[in-house]
T-cell receptor, first 114, second 112 residues
Framework: DAGVIQSPRHEVTEMGQEVTLRCKPI?????LFWYRQTMMRGLELLIY????????DSGMPEDRFSAKMPNASFSTLKIQPSEPRDSAVYFC????????????FGEGSRLTVL | GENVEQHPSTLSVQEGDSAVIKCTYS??????FPWYKQELGKRPQLIID?????GEKKDQRIAVTLNKTAKHFSLHITETQPEDSAVYFC???????????FGKGTSLLVTP
């Protein structure tokens, strides 16, 4: 398996633009997570899905953020409109069971909002 | 929700010395405690984990200890090497179906 695949790896956009980050989890993993990493806050959980259903989105900063998982092999995280404070590395991760095995991270999407 | 505190935020040791990173958690229901290592520009990767029915676990130069009563757990790295330089994250989870909550990370620098 190629592991968790994220795109784009880097995105530079201007404030107010819409940003869409994409993730393909490892096949057979029932759980998918979106984390945001910044120097100040470390790794923050934004939202996670189990069998394509959102389980906990309490970490989503505000209504500008939304996430979907239309099928077992694809998820998106959308920011609309983007703001400079959204600049961060966004990681997608997947696992079969979050407390019994390894969480596999993608390479991350580095977002810069000017 | 679960709150995981991690200390120190930065740690510098000389090669060959030991390094200790400590974490505390708030939810007594947490029962799974992994540690992840993130090298510069790379993704976090699991290095060791411990479950609540075990007090200590060791894997070569790395060990983790857990004190459930005090709700804290620690990572111990012995005989540190320059390649141990990275950011280390502790995390806690309280059961099947729950996500991992991470500490803010410790940037470890091992100088030759």
């Amino acid at each position: 398996d190629a592991g968790v695949i994220q795109s784009p790896r880097h995105e530079v956009t201007e404030m107010g633009q819409e940003v869409t980050l994409r993730c393909k989890p490892i096949s057979g993993h029932d759980y998918l997570f979106w984390y945001r990493q910044t120097m100040m806050r470390g790794l923050e959980l934004l939202i996670y899905f189990n069998n394509n259903v959102p389980i906990d989105d309490s970490g989503m900063p505000e209504d500008r953020f939304s996430a979907k998982m239309p099928n077992a092999s694809f998820s998106t995280l959308k920011i609309q409109p983007s703001e400079p404070r959204d600049s961060a590395v966004y990681f997608c991760a997947s696992t079969k069971a979050p407390n019994t095995g390894e969480l596999f991270f993608g390479e991350g999407s580095r977002l810069t909002v000017l | 929700g679960e709150n995981v505190e991690q200390h120190p935020s930065t740690l510098s040791v000389q090669e060959g010395d030991s390094a200790v990173i400590k974490c505390t958690y708030s939810d007594s229901a947490s029962n799974y405690f992994p540690w992840y290592k993130q090298e510069l520009g790379k993704r976090p990767q699991l290095i060791i984990d411990i479950r609540s029915n075990v007090g200590e676990k060791k894997d070569q130069r790395i060990a983790v200890t857990l004190n459930k009563t005090a709700k804290h757990f620690s990572l111990h790295i012995t005989e540190t090497q320059p390649e141990d330089s990275a950011v280390y994250f502790c995390a806690a989870s309280k059961g099947s179906g729950y996500a991992l909550n991470f500490g803010k990370g410790t940037s470890l620098l091992v100088t030759p």
